[in-house]
């Protein structure tokens, strides 16, 4: 079976940017609930930097939670 024969005309399109958004910004914060607010240690438990994490975060509207200890 192709993949164009698993699409069916009745089901509602995907917007593949907003989904994908969706699931890093999930992703991101658990990460950081994780890590108890945390920048640092959250970037590293996602295999990133914290410059890149901040990035994504701004990217995403993610605000951090300043002073959040467990």
């Known amino acids: ?3 164009s024969d698993q699409i ?3 089901e509602k399109p ?8 969706e699931f890093e910004r999930n992703l991101i914060v658990q990460a ?9 240690r959250a970037a590293r438990h996602l295999g990133t930097t914290r410059r ?5 975060m701004d ?3 993610i605000k951090p939670q300043r002073g ?3």
Request: with cysteine.
């Open 1 to 3: 079976m192709k993949y």
């Open 8 to 10: 069916h005309s009745s």
């Open 14 to 21: 995907v917007n593949l940017e907003k989904a994908v958004s």
């Open 32 to 40: 950081l609930e994780k890590c108890n607010g945390i920048q640092t």
């Open 52 to 56: 890149i994490l901040r990035y994504r």
């Open 59 to 61: 990217k995403l509207g």
């Open 68 to 70: 959040k200890h467990p």
